[in-house]
């Protein structure tokens, strides 16, 4: 379905239907994209938003609330919903948890963040495209780099 024939939703998101939590504005392309081919002919003509809640399986609603893709129905894992490796961090680039645990773990540190900024630069990224929030993953990755430091000062890591 084209952009043309997306109605436009006036108004606040609407709230996860399984936990009302708000969700954000999440670009068509991301949607398509990324579910299944078979889900696609079920997708309504109505924006989509993500849920972010990681123990929530739904991560798209449509602006009505009516349409709920959950976690299943999408081709990639969402990173935000997973609690078991591989946890995706940057889509584009296919970095993931383990490669920025296994840097801190066994070098103290990692150049992750550093390449993933090089090449979103050099206009390499397609975030809208491959990362089911439809934004960046420079913060995730910033975050999972802080968690790892923390786990390995810990002596955990």
């Known amino acids: 379905m084209s952009s ?15 936990n009302d939590q708000v969700t954000k504005p999440v670009g068509r392309t991301t949607v398509e994209r990324l579910i299944k081919p ?5 997708l309504t003509s ?6 972010d809640a990681p123990d929530c399986d ?15 129905l ?7 919903k997973e609690t078991q490796d591989p946890i995706p961090l940057c889509y584009c680039f296919g970095y993931d948890r383990k490669a920025v645990w296994d840097d801190i773990r066994l070098k103290g540190e990692t150049d992750i963040k550093k390449v993933i900024t090089e090449r979103v630069r050099a206009g390499e990224c397609r975030c809208e495209e491959t990362n089911p929030s439809g934004g960046c ?10 968690q790892a430091r923390a786990i390995k000062e810990q002596g955990l890591l």
Do not use: N, W
């Open 74 to 80: 999408l081709a990639v894992r969402v990173g935000i």
């Open 137 to 146: 993953c420079l913060g995730t990755v910033s975050r999972a780099i802080k």
């Open 4 to 18: 043309c024939c997306v109605i436009p939703h006036e108004g606040d998101p609407p709230g996860c239907p399984m």
């Open 38 to 42: 078979e889900v696609r002919a079920a």
């Open 58 to 72: 739904t991560v798209y609603v449509s602006a009505l609330g009516d349409h709920v893709i959950t976690k299943d």
């Open 46 to 51: 109505q924006p989509y938003y993500f849920c």
